[in-house]
């Protein structure tokens, strides 16, 4: 079916009438379809007429929409105005934006994941961070406000770029890691376990039998330093930043020739973690408690620095920087983590014993 101008009805016009094709529309001489045929009996209406019917039934007072529609308000004013209904305001603003190779091309529901909310919500970016990042697209003034006081201003339509703005995924993230860095623990605790209980349910197990623990790791680096660690993002990555503190999250090291240990001959990581399982004491103080490690790597004849192993490969097994990597992939089962001395208060002695020692009991 089409919308066509030729017509002659005399009386008020009837949505009966509007699908026939019988109204008389001298503004608008497009030959715009407004019914289109499906698999079914029934024609399926096009984006125009569904937009009038459905959103004068709704109620809507306002439309915002991207500027590629800037064409059809005409069609649709006269739709409006065909059916009896109060025409809408409209306001077209330019869409979101996609680098793809040299070129950028409008964000597309159909092929982009990131134009999903779901895309989002599964990955656990804060919604906060999200909302304030999008606004900031919309209103560039809004991105150099602080989020809270953003995301209570209002959005302004004159204030819109005539460009579409690049989603840039990488700068999002960015704000996340700062938002998040500024949250108590606790507030960041229960965002985690709100969002782990719908797409991470061991996850969430976890945090609610060890909520001490968990709020004890989201401490280290974080409450009482100027520049609070920022690796956490979206709550999706709290596994892997903060999953090595818990039992049940994390895979202890027995194997003396895994790779994490950069090459060091099995029998002296082992030898590593048996002497400093012997002499460990919970020392708070971080040099105090690096001492212990800087004694063991001197009784098995580690280089001091990586200057003097560098000097005199053949002489020792590495550096003291390889044994102190050693250690933290024992305790952390990675090459990075926070400060060893924290990690190791959080952990408490019993755990941190374990640890060591199941690289030379396995």
């Known amino acids: ?34 019914l289109k045929t499906s698999d079914s ?46 025409r809408i305001p409209y306001a077209h603003i330019a869409p979101l934006m996609k680098q793809e190779g040299k070129t950028r091309r409008k964000l597309s529901k159909r092929k982009d994941p990131e134009a999903d909310v779901e895309y989002y919500s599964q990955a656990g970016y804060p919604t906060e961070a999200v909302l304030y990042y999008l606004r900031g697209l919309a209103n560039g003034r809004l991105a150099e406000m602080p989020v809270g006081e953003a995301l209570r ?23 996340c890691a700062d938002h998040v860095a500024a949250l108590p623990g606790a507030t960041i605790l229960e965002r985690v376990k ?41 709550w999706s990555n709290f596994r892997t930043h903060y999953g090595f503190f818990f039992q049940q999250l994390f895979s202890t090291v027995t194997d003396p020739a895994d790779p994490r240990f950069g090459g060091l001959a099995p029998d002296v990581v082992q030898e590593l973690g048996r002497r400093l399982f012997d002499r460990y004491q919970p020392i ?19 280089a001091d620095s990586a200057r003097t192993y560098k000097q005199n490969p053949g002489l020792h097994p590495g550096s003291i920087k390889e044994a102190a990597q050693a250690i933290r992939v024992l305790l952390t089962g990675s090459t990075r983590s926070p400060a060893l001395h924290l990690v190791a208060a959080t952990l408490g002695e019993a755990e941190v014993r374990r640890r060591l020692d199941a690289v030379r009991t396995a």
């Not at 919308?3 to 008389?24: K, Q, V, Y």
């Not at 201003?153 to 704000?175: F, M, S, W």
């Open 1 to 34: 079916m089409r919308f066509r101008s030729p017509g002659t009805d005399a009386g008020r016009t009837t949505f009966h009438d509007l699908i026939r094709g019988t109204i008389e529309m001298d503004d608008n001489r497009a030959d715009t379809v407004i």
């Open 41 to 86: 009996p029934l024609r399926l209406p096009t984006y125009h007429l569904a937009h009038a019917v459905d959103d004068h039934l709704m109620g809507v007072t306002i439309v915002i929409r991207g500027d590629e529609w800037l064409s059809s308000v005409p069609v649709h004013h006269q739709l409006f105005d065909a059916l009896g209904f109060p």
């Open 153 to 175: 201003e209002p959005l302004r339509l004159e204030e819109c770029g005539v460009t579409g703005a690049l989603i840039n995924l990488a700068k999002l993230e960015d704000i």
């Open 194 to 234: 709100e969002w782990a209980k719908a797409y991470d349910v061991p996850l969430a197990e976890v945090l609610e039998t060890d909520e001490d623990l968990a709020l004890r790791a989201l401490a280290v680096e974080r409450d009482g330093f100027d520049n609070p660690r920022k690796d956490l993002r979206m």
């Open 284 to 302: 708070e103080d971080g040099d105090g408690w690096f001492d212990q490690i800087r004694a063991v790597a001197a009784e098995l004849n580690f």
